[in-house]
């Protein structure tokens, strides 16, 4: 019973750290409307933003190092628009999807180059956590929680009470609407950006945190997220976290029946079993 | 030919169409006018398929069609243009006009290996029915040019001959003069009446008054969703409820 | 001599590799990024069944087959989707393929791979030295172009690619789309799982880390590269990045340069796809078609 227990928590953990990347993920999907094909590499690039600062020559203790990390993930992102979705912002669909595949790969090949293909970790040892009501939860683990909710409240008060917020909004509606009407889209553009990468850095970090660090984690956590995504309900913050802690449950219940081999691949068979149920909110039309 | 009864459709909290009953008889050209937001281009989708209604019935041919795909819509004979023109941009003219034509024997894969000699004397039909037809609409000179290279009103005229080339029973045209130069207008009106000779029916959503006067034969007038008059066309000019819902209040 | 006719067949097998993405992205229009999966199944079910002297045409037969129904599979539930979102089931679908190729070491031995796979036997002829695996591929290439050319050039290529270019349009014009899709789909996957089939023969040895998103990447890049949407764009495109790839292989470079240029070599795979896409997403080939303005 325990044991169960124990998954559930982990299970909510994971989910926290998923409701992050798909917030990221949703998050441009609204304001640009496309899917990142790139953002798992966003995750994953931040994670080792942080440990290639926590390492030789800078050793850097993790609270310090933490801003600059995330500096260089915002870097990133904005880095990604400029030079690779805003040259393609009025091209066909297709286009702009290779370029960001191709993107992913880039970025995941340039992680292996810098720091090889092998697990990393960022050299925690496993303390013992405190045991409450039977389940072991450590102060790594509670970091996680707190951080995630911090951010999830974040994101909801910028989103849906600031006034950038509104014209990022108004963006994700209609562009062109929002630009003759005189609201700034590229600092919204942008400003959604910084947030995403945000996300996706302190997604990256905290995972890397829970788990190590490889440079292919980019491509299964894009998965996730947007299964995540799908789940709560695309362009919908709430619907991210929740879709996330689905997921987060569903990864850590179902290795309890399931080998441990297919973990990864639960994410996606929660995405097809939506689709063959078929919410008719998946069915659009290609533009 | 098309009954549609109690047909409604609602949008979140708008209702897009209310309650709508309205006939349309074989021989005719009827008009469907009304304000913008009334609902015209929306009661077009309900009876292609492209939503589905809320409630109400569709009948086309004694055939209930409501709620079907649109291609099986189609396929009863029941062709659309559309109010900003969905050519193939990156197809030639005549690549256009030949995919119109429905059941094509080389459409389906068993056959293109089975039944090789069919499929070569359709197409060589259907060939010269397109280049007929692209004739007709004044587009010879450019029948091997991607679409996309066409102007706005070569492309419009485009896609009423894919129409044609379809053999509908039924067409229905949404807004086929919108942002046209009024020679052109006159031509695509000799078009239609040409074939509405040939038996075709038309269904036409219009802003032009002058082209509904010109070529209907009845005209339904829509407002906020719902049928508020119908009648002949000079009729309708005069009916006081037209001119109200027009003036807007 | 050797390393020539080498360079042939990879760059044959790629070309019908190529040509399957082609059909699905080129002409119809789907966003396919996990193609590597039907090559992967067509591999492996080929090998598992010559490793247990299933006859070669039947084996053939069979990898085919099965390549043809995961495609059917897999698009049934996804294909309704909007193109992102088809691209992405896809993608997680060519990483799911190859977590089956790794976990199920009862059938697949798992990393361990698939060692001396044999050479086909086609109706009493041993295709095993060099020259005749290249007349084997050429021969199933060939077969390959022909195939697709007559369905490509056919009413029924012109409705799929009528479906890349509206499919409202398409729809509206009484043409089923979801099933156009799916037919294109089935058989884009099975000739993939051909591709797959002659790859895994050649190398006689196969294991889950041969088909990743690499193979995917590479794939796309030479159908975009070379120009999709035409006949002989992956053609072309093969021949340029098979070269490329395979010659690299051949430079006898030091041992230590080699965790470093793989990545690299991908990298330059990655960035070409952006530039590709940015500068001239048409690719060397372009599709036939006046290209002047016509005004009025």
Request: positive net charge.
């Amino acid at each position: 019973m325990d044991f169960l227990f124990q998954s559930i928590l982990n299970g909510i953990l994971a989910g926290c750290i998923y409701a992050l990347f798909a917030m990221g993920l949703t998050l441009i999907y609204g304001v640009l409307n496309f899917v990142n094909f790139a953002h798992g590499e966003l995750i994953m690039w931040g994670a080792y933003f942080l440990y290639f600062l926590m390492g030789k020559p800078f050793g850097l203790p993790l609270p310090i190092a933490l801003i600059p990390a995330l500096f260089l993930t915002i870097l990133l992102g904005i880095g990604m628009d400029r030079f690779v979705f805003k040259p393609l912002r009025t091209a066909n669909r297709l286009t702009l999807l290779i370029a960001a595949l191709g993107l992913s790969f880039l970025l995941r090949n340039g992680a292996q180059f810098l720091w090889g293909a092998e697990l990393r970790t960022y050299g925690f040892e496993i303390k013992r956590g405190l045991r409450i009501l039977g389940i072991s939860i450590t102060l790594n683990q509670v970091a996680i929680i707190l951080t995630s909710i911090v951010c999830i409240v974040f994101v909801y008060l910028l989103f849906h009470r600031s006034r950038l917020g509104k014209s990022m909004r108004a963006v994700s509606d209609n562009l062109e609407l929002a630009r003759v009407v005189g609201i700034d889209s590229k600092h919204a553009i942008q400003f959604a950006w910084v947030i995403a990468s945000v996300l996706a850095g302190v997604g990256g970090i905290l995972l890397a945190l829970d788990t190590n660090l490889q440079p292919g984690m980019g491509l299964i956590n894009l998965v996730k997220a947007f299964a995540a995504t799908l789940l709560g309900g695309v362009g919908n913050i709430w619907g991210a976290l929740l879709g996330g802690i689905v997921i987060g449950l569903a990864e850590n219940l179902g290795v309890l029946v399931i080998s441990p081999g297919y973990k990864d691949a639960i994410a996606f068979g929660i995405m097809v079993l939506m689709l063959l149920i078929r919410p008719s909110a998946l069915l659009g039309r290609q533009e | 030919m098309l009954e549609i009864k109690g047909l409604s459709k609602s949008f979140g909290g708008i209702h897009a169409v209310s309650n709508c009953s309205l006939g349309l008889k074989d021989y005719v050209i009827t008009g469907l006018i009304g304000p913008n937001g009334s609902g015209k281009t929306t009661l077009f989708n309900l009876i292609t398929g492209s939503i589905p209604p809320d409630k109400g019935e569709i009948y086309f041919k004694g055939n209930r069609i409501d709620g079907h795909l649109p291609y099986k819509v189609a396929q009863h004979g029941i062709i659309r243009t559309f109010q900003l023109t969905r050519i193939f941009p990156k197809m030639t003219v005549l690549e256009n006009m030949l995919l119109a034509p429905l059941h094509q024997t080389g459409e389906i894969l068993w056959s293109l290996w089975v039944k090789r000699r069919r499929i070569r004397d359709e197409e060589k039909a259907y060939r010269e029915r397109a280049l007929g037809l692209i004739e007709t609409v004044g587009l010879s000179h450019l029948k091997d040019q991607f679409a996309e290279n066409l102007s706005y009103g070569q492309q419009k005229l485009l896609e009423l001959g894919r129409a044609f080339m379809a053999d509908p029973k039924m067409i229905l045209l949404d807004e086929p003069t919108a942002g046209i130069n009024p020679s052109l207008i006159r031509k695509i009106m000799k078009l239609i009446l040409k074939m509405k000779e040939s038996g075709k029916v038309f269904f036409i959503i219009e802003h032009n008054m002058g082209v509904i006067i010109e070529l209907c034969d009845w005209v339904f007038v829509l407002d906020n969703g719902e049928k508020i008059a119908e009648g002949k066309p000079k009729e309708i000019q005069n009916d006081p409820r037209v001119i109200e819902a027009y003036l807007g209040v | 001599m050797d390393l020539f006719l080498h360079l042939c067949v990879m760059i044959i097998i790629y070309i019908i590799f190529a040509m399957s993405l082609n059909l699905e992205v080129g002409y119809t229009g789907l966003f396919n990024f996990g193609h590597v999966a039907f090559f992967g199944i067509g591999a492996y079910t080929s090998a598992l069944l010559t490793l247990q002297q299933v006859p070669f045409e039947l084996s053939l037969f069979i990898a085919l087959a099965m390549a043809g129904l995961w495609g059917f599979l897999l698009s049934i539930p996804s294909l309704r989707l909007r193109g992102d979102y088809f691209g992405i089931v896809t993608l997680g679908f060519g990483e799911i393929i190859r977590m089956v190729f790794q976990n199920e070491v009862w059938l697949t031995r798992g990393p361990m791979g698939l060692p001396g796979i044999p050479k086909p036997i086609l109706f009493s002829y041993r295709f095993a030295t060099l020259p005749q695996y290249l007349l084997l591929t050429l021969g199933f290439a060939a077969l390959t172009f022909l195939i697709l050319r007559i369905i490509l050039r056919s009413p029924f290529g012109r409705v799929l690619r009528a479906i890349r270019e509206d499919e409202v349009a398409a729809e509206a014009l009484g043409k089923n789309v979801f099933f156009f899709r799916i037919k294109s789909f089935v058989i884009g996957s099975l000739f993939a799982g051909l591709a797959g089939t002659l790859w895994g023969h050649y190398t006689t040895f196969i294991s889950p880390g041969d088909f990743t998103l690499l193979e995917t990447i590479l794939v796309l890049l030479i159908v975009v590269l070379g120009g999709k949407g035409t006949e002989w764009g992956p053609v072309l495109g093969a021949f340029v990045l098979i070269f490329f790839q395979e010659s690299l292989r051949f430079l006898r470079l030091p041992a230590e340069w080699t965790r470093y240029l793989a990545p690299l070599q991908q990298m330059i795979f990655g960035g070409l796809l952006i530039v590709l896409m940015i500068f001239r997403p048409e690719g060397l080939l372009k599709e036939k078609g006046r290209g002047s303005n016509a005004g009025n």
